[in-house]
């Protein structure tokens, strides 16, 4: 009543397996963005740029590139996975005593560009 909650019934975790059964959130199931991915940039010829802190306990990095790299209905997939069009590279930066220091890594072509950002975590921006 302090919180001005409404008179309801809270119900707490579940241990077992069949909690998913009796979950509200049972048919809440994450969708692929690859379409979408797609979509933005073979139709709608948008840039994307897709980028994680290497330190993400939620996102991960190499999950991240796997699943680029799952793309095979994007029109760049072909060259996006030859190493030899599209390599992953070393970003460097030159820091206030200009000395270089690596920032992280990225990929890039076409309109595609993933980013993995060097001792970052989830809330990098």
Known sequence: KALNAPDIYWRGCMKGEGRRKLSFLDH???LSMVPYLTEL?????????IYNGDRDMSVNGPGTELV?????KWSGHRAWMNNTVSKRG????IDESEEEAVAGYA???DRL???NVHNSGHLLP
């Open 28 to 30: 809440d199931r994450p």
């Open 41 to 49: 940039m073979d139709d709608a010829n948008i840039r994307v740029l």
């Open 68 to 72: 680029l790299n799952s793309m095979t």
């Open 90 to 93: 070393l970003w460097i930066k």
């Open 107 to 109: 990929k890039e072509y």
């Open 113 to 115: 560009t993933f980013v």
